[in-house]
């Protein structure tokens, strides 16, 4: 009768009963707790538009991070570390295929001391304070619409294809990027 309490129940299996329920409620708050987790925006890294082969190149670089935070720059690239790029940075957010973006300040990059203040008086100047697009990611590549109809709008700011990755890894820009 050691196994066993005044009314007769078996203690061992109280016991085993007690286990198996501490053991599963851990279980069950685990999958809760990865469940409930930020999920990272499929928007998060480095993407860089291509627009053409000759010098002068123009191209876009969004920098997209995972704590809200977006960066983007306007480059303009006339040869081997003779660049400028300038443009506004902000915050982001996602509501289905929309992005929305604040922005609240600037950045720029420059090859020279040479285009220091231009790039500083172009980022201060040219853009709003809050853009809306329609946005929809195949394999590598983003593209960024003004309306849902995801048609292109030539000359609009921060519409087109974007690739994956940073400007100084891509194929055609990486030489003028080199040893930085």
């Known amino acids: ?16 009963v007690k286990r198996l329920t501490a053991v599963a409620t851990v279980i069950i708050l685990i999958f809760a707790l990865i ?11 480095k993407w860089h538009s291509e627009n053409g082969d000759a010098l002068p190149l123009e ?10 935070m977006v960066n983007i720059l306007e480059y303009h690239v006339f040869g081997v570390q003779d ?18 973006i604040a922005f609240s300040g ?3 990059r420059y090859s020279d001391e040479k285009y220091s203040d231009k ?16 946005f929809k990611i195949e394999g590598d590549t983003l593209y ?7 048609q292109e709008t030539s000359g609009a700011f921060l519409t087109g294809a974007f690739r994956r990755g940073a400007i100084d890894a891509c194929d055609l820009c990486k ?5 930085e």
């Open 119 to 134: 790039t500083d008086l172009e980022a201060g100047m040219c853009y709003p304070d809050r853009i809306e697009r329609y």
């Open 175 to 179: 030489a003028y990027f080199a040893n």
């Open 35 to 45: 469940g409930c987790q930020a999920r990272q925006s499929p928007l998060v890294g």
């Open 106 to 108: 600037g950045t720029s």
């Open 59 to 68: 191209s876009t670089t969004i920098g997209f991070w995972d704590d809200g």
């Open 83 to 100: 660049y400028y790029g300038y443009g506004p940075s902000g915050t982001y957010g996602l509501s289905e295929n929309k992005l929305i």
């Open 144 to 150: 960024l619409y003004e309306t849902s109809d995801e």
């Open 1 to 16: 009768m050691e196994n066993t309490n005044v009314s007769g129940r078996d203690v061992k299996g109280k016991r085993r």
